[in-house]
């Protein structure tokens, strides 16, 4: 009994021991969460109390900033609208999209590891060189796309200029984007257990059956971290605006995180550009919530646990 208690204690001093360690090697983590997301987070917070223009010392006005955005500004509902407008299209082009090109790089096809170089490569490119290539391709009277349809007999389209196409061609060049979430499904797809698939083809299962029945309930998981991913990035969208449409035509590429930065680096209005910033958390934070919610009714766990 002594040797028992013994092996108890020494067992207790060692996780204790291991439990030190490791909340020493989260300091630096936590450091970095206070410092560079939530103190600046509770910063935005505090200036969107002010009328602060940069300029000269803020001034404490309350929620007046708030008020003001939702009954005196011209562009925020326009720009609710258009932003979860471009993230609803981007973040369904993108998941399917991603999915369907990991599928096909993941068989055994030749230059695979070249095809998949080739797929990620727009992702690491800079943004800005990116959406100027595809305004190139995007030009009202000689750009590649418009090139394409008087070819084949069809009226030229102003995609970028045409206030009804503006926000699909902005969510293509978003999609199209998407080397991240190909990487991350390759992964994913790989870690499928083989032994499945064997077993249902065994049974006389095709290939859309596979997927649907094995494939796709073994990858939600990681379809839910690419879907959660995709939709914080596409709900902050501001370089398509900066760099193609400044917003327009009228105000059907204005999104929130344009509007911040107009409010903010053009008008001088830090308070309320902060109070923008705001909302946009906000926003950020009931969709993120809707999908944390509703995952329990979708996500497939290998073990049977459908907590």
């Keep these: 009994m002594e040797a028992v208690n013994k092996l108890r204690k020494r067992r207790s001093r060692i996780y204790s021991s291991e439990a030190r360690v490791a909340y020493i090697c989260l300091i630096p983590a936590f450091v970095g969460l206070i410092f560079l997301t ?6 935005v917070l505090g200036i969107s109390l002010t009328n602060w223009t940069g300029l000269k010392s803020p001034e404490f006005i309350g929620i007046d900033n708030y008020i003001k955005i939702f009954t005196t500004d011209p562009y925020i509902k326009d720009s609710i609208i258009a932003t979860i407008y471009f993230a609803f299209l981007s973040v369904a082009g993108s998941m399917i999209y991603s999915l369907f090109i ?15 170089a080739v797929f990620y490569v727009p992702y690491v490119l800079p943004a800005v060189a990116i959406y100027v290539g595809w305004s190139w391709l995007y030009e009202g009277n000689f750009g590649f796309f418009n090139y394409l349809l008087s070819e084949l007999g069809l009226n030229k389209i102003l995609f970028i200029a045409d206030s009804s196409y503006v926000i699909p061609s902005l969510s293509l060049i978003s999609v199209w984007l998407a080397g991240n979430l190909i990487v991350i499904f390759l992964a994913g797809l790989q870690n499928v257990p083989g032994v499945y698939h064997e077993a249902a083809e065994m049974d006389g299962a095709n290939g859309w059956q596979r997927f649907r029945h094995i494939t796709l309930p073994c990858m939600t998981p990681i379809i839910f971290y690419n879907l959660l991913l995709s939709l914080i ?75």
């Design 38 to 43: 939530y103190l600046p987070l509770l910063g």
């Design 102 to 116: 990991a599928l096909l790089l993941n068989r055994k096809i030749p230059a695979r590891g070249f095809f998949r």
């Design 233 to 307: 990035a596409n709900l902050q969208v501001v370089t398509p605006a900066l760099a193609l449409t400044n917003g327009g035509p009228g105000n059907s590429s204005r999104f929130l995180t344009y509007l911040m930065y107009d409010q903010a680096f053009v008008n001088y209005r830090i308070g309320y550009a902060s109070a923008t910033t705001v909302i946009i958390f906000v926003i950020l934070a009931v969709f993120t919530l809707v999908l944390f919610k509703t995952s329990n009714l979708w996500i497939y766990n290998e073990g049977g646990d459908d907590k």
